[in-house]
């Protein structure tokens, strides 16, 4: 049988539509297309492609079952390792995980199995079928800190061991980034939503408005009958460039700028009430999948033109290459090796221009990337309207800082083992971007799942 | 899940609106100096409100707020019985309390209500606490028997002369610090204006002078950065490194202009929302 070489395309929106409004971009697989790249699979005996799976999905199992139309089969096979596939087949980097080891992959395109993962997923979540079993109750109690990625999967492995598990959620919805960062066009909250009441019909609960760190710390839940702690509080607080003019109006943190859109929902202003003030011409700072994000909430808010202003080439953007190209058909327009030294405003203090300084690139530094060096008298002004600030945020401190016996890294973030998530305090275990600073949604929920499996241990000695 | 009823409500006086509000893992944590989130309905923002009051016995929250915009007046509708659906906290650092020797505390309009809980803890730590409260006129004014309670001595203003010190609290400060000898910190917290111009009045002095920001904010956990106030030419979070700052060192022209960013959005979610009225109910 010859094989197709060429993935079955992701059906999506017309760049020149959706990039005036919020419905979900990739339109997913209709159950045709699902078992037409389904086929492509050729059911390796030794698959590489899980061994890039930092949750360990039986990618080749998972698939065979999907050729077979058995689509219950195929997405409980996918649940016995990953609680989030809705999620995961939307905003994972399958290219650089799973897809890059794919055999498949090596005369052509790799098996699309991100967007099968999204197939199944979401043929379960239209057929609304029960969670999966959670063993017999063992009485322990575990606290998890945080309901990002890491802390969900955390949580949901360890309901399914038969622990008793509380999450707390320093804001009024639980999801985290999922659902303040990421934008609806992405990973649409529904979604969320919906993979996150099926963590909680196993038995979870989760308090939001919870912060620990100021209501409780991790100290007192120790203390008050918890039997161990999961710490997953991501990387929260935004970074700055501390430079002239950063803190005139319309000078946004990505994480403002998207958590005003995403979690407050300002781009259905007025009716809902928490504003967002875009301008004519918006420039986001920075390259990676936040500043893309940014970038293309900027189009749909209504900017005429948003900018990417990025020190370094294109060859260096952190930003996964789908989201460039589909920030670029939208029209974002790029303005690498360039980076502003200053922002002007006008006496009402709102930000109107910024000064761009040109880069070129030099020797690599500590990153391996190479460095930018800023050309001498290269100056030029810009005129824009809104700044979104994107390059990078850093650990939130409130845990780190309240909690005893807790060693904290240089950059603020929290010393654990990156096979168990063990902390320098025992019962005390974290994982995600507190441990690693700012990376993905499925690090984080690698961490998650060993995290939890290292819980289970932990606890099953404890009892002897 | 937790719910947040609403145990008492008072109109202490026009436009101002007091809750108390039951809410036991706050109570069990608030200092004065902090502040709590909120949300009203489903579609609201979160705002910040410093906290007036709190009792961990009772596991109750007490806050004050004023009429000013679309949120605050929503809020303002709801009777006792009635749940927010949001309230986080404490938030923010506490006030630093210690027996610092003779200090003063400064209240404007609304502004008296967090200056009250600093007011009785530092009188508790064991200072001499004298207090200073005005407002445009005498039906504005709130806690004055509080604040009497909690201060050696009290000094009022009104704007209007209709009670106390005709003019502004920032004449009582002028002559205090003339009366006063050793005077070790003062507090003051009320509109933006009040503090910056009783931070001008003792910034010749070098009376160490805090003030209780109170910018726009979403999260108020540290992730957003909507509540950036310069302190001594450095940015500051006011929801985590504050909301207490040394009113000599904050840029007062930024943070008015920052104050200002969302007005025009503001009337018109109150026109969207007019006759509709609010979701709260």
Redo the contacts between chains.
């Keep these: 049988m010859p094989l197709n070489t060429a993935k079955w395309p992701m059906p999506a929106q017309e760049p020149a539509v959706r990039r005036r409004n919020f419905d979900e971009v990739a339109l997913g697989y209709t159950e045709e297309m699902a078992l037409q790249e389904a086929s492509r699979c050729i059911q390796c005996k030794k698959p590489g492609c899980i061994k890039g799976c930092p949750v360990e999905v039986p990618i080749p199992e998972f698939i065979g079952l999907l050729s077979e139309k058995n689509y219950q089969g195929a997405i409980e096979k996918i649940k016995e390792k990953n609680n989030l596939p809705a999620i995961c087949g939307r905003v994972c980097p399958q290219e650089s995980q799973c897809e890059k080891y794919c055999l498949v992959g090596k005369k052509g395109d790799s098996v699309a199995i991100g967007r099968l993962e999204r197939f199944a997923a979401d043929y379960q979540l239209q057929q609304g079928i029960e969670p999966p079993p959670v063993a017999a109750s063992t009485g322990f109690r575990v606290a998890v800190v945080g309901s990002g990625p890491a802390g969900l999967t955390a949580a949901a492995d360890l309901a399914r061991m038969g622990h008793q598990v509380t999450v707390f959620e320093a804001l009024h919805v639980p999801g985290g980034v999922l659902m303040y960062g990421i934008p609806e066009f992405r990973l649409p909250k529904h979604i969320v939503q919906a993979e996150i009441n099926s963590i909680r019909r196993m038995g979870v609960e989760i308090k939001a408005d919870s912060v620990v760190g100021k209501m409780t710390t991790v100290d007192e839940l120790l203390k008050n009958g918890y039997d161990a702690v999961f710490i997953g509080t991501g990387a929260g607080l935004p970074s700055f460039m501390h430079i002239p003019g950063e803190n005139f109006n319309g000078v946004y943190s990505a994480n403002e700028f998207l958590t005003r859109s995403n979690l407050m929902k300002a781009y259905l202003f007025p009716e809902y009430v928490t504003p967002i003030k875009v301008g004519r011409r918006v420039a986001v700072i920075g390259a990676g999948n936040v500043a893309m994000d940014a970038a293309r909430t900027a189009l749909r808010l209504g900017a005429e033109e948003s900018y990417i202003v990025y020190r370094r080439s294109a060859e260096e953007m952190p930003a996964r290459k789908e989201e460039v190209e589909h920030a670029e058909e939208e029209g974002v327009e790029f303005r690498l090796l360039t980076s502003p030294v200053e922002y002007y405003g006008d006496d009402k203090g709102w930000v109107t221009g910024m000064r761009l300084q040109r880069f070129e690139l030099g020797e690599p530094d500590a990153s391996g990337r190479r460095r930018p060096v800023p050309v001498e008298g290269s100056e030029y002004d810009l005129e824009i309207d809104t700044v979104v600030v994107a390059i990078g945020q850093t650990p939130n401190p409130l845990v780190p800082r309240t909690t005893s016996g807790l060693e904290v890294g240089r950059h603020g973030t929290i010393v654990a083992s990156e096979e168990t998530g063990e902390t320098t305090r025992p019962g005390v275990f974290a994982g995600g971007d507190i441990v690693t600073g700012a990376a993905t949604v499925i690090l984080a929920m690698g961490a998650g799942k060993k995290a939890a499996r290292a819980i289970d241990a932990y606890l099953k000695e404890k009892k002897q | 899940?937790?719910v947040f009823p609403i145990l008492h409500k008072e109109v202490p006086a026009p436009s101002l609106t007091l809750f108390v509000v039951k809410a036991p893992?706050?109570a069990a944590?608030a200092e004065p100096g902090q502040f709590v989130i909120l949300?009203v309905e489903e579609?609201?923002?979160?705002i910040p409100l410093t906290i007036a009051d709190f009792d961990r016995q009772a596991g109750t929250i007490t806050v004050i707020f004023q009429e000013v915009g679309?949120?605050t007046t929503c809020l303002a509708r709801l009777a006792v019985g009635d749940e927010l659906?949001?309230?986080?906290?404490?938030?923010g650092l506490p006030s630093e309390i210690e027996n610092y020797g003779k200090v003063v505390c400064v209240g404007g309009g609304v502004g008296i209500a967090p200056v009250y809980p600093i007011a009785r803890a530092l009188k508790e730590a064991g200072n001499h606490v004298i207090s200073i409260i005005g407002a445009r006129t005498k039906e504005l004014l709130i806690l004055e028997s509080e604040m009497a309670r909690a201060s050696d001595r009290l000094l009022v203003a009104t704007d209007d002369g209709s009670y106390g010190h005709h003019g502004f609290v920032t004449d009582l400060v002028r002559q205090v610090m003339e009366e006063e000898k050793d005077l070790a910190v003062l507090w003051a917290i009320g509109p933006m204006i009040m503090m910056k111009n009783v931070a001008e009045t003792t910034r010749p002095s070098g009376l160490k002078t805090m003030v209780s920001m109170n910018p726009i904010m979403?999260?108020g956990?540290?992730?957003?950065?909507?509540c950036?106030v310069?302190v001594g030419g450095e940015?500051k979070f006011a929801c985590?490194d504050g909301p207490e700052f040394d009113g000599h060192l904050v840029d007062w022209?930024?943070a008015v202009?920052?104050a200002?960013?969302?007005r025009d959005?503001?009337q018109?979610?109150i026109?969207?929302?007019q006759g509709g009225g609010c979701g709260c109910h």
């Design positions: 899940m937790v893992e706050i944590k949300r579609k609201g923002e979160r679309y949120t659906l949001d309230f986080v906290g404490p938030l979403v999260d956990t540290g992730m957003c950065g909507a950036r310069s940015t985590v022209n930024l202009r920052r200002a960013m969302y959005e503001e018109r979610v026109a969207y929302h």
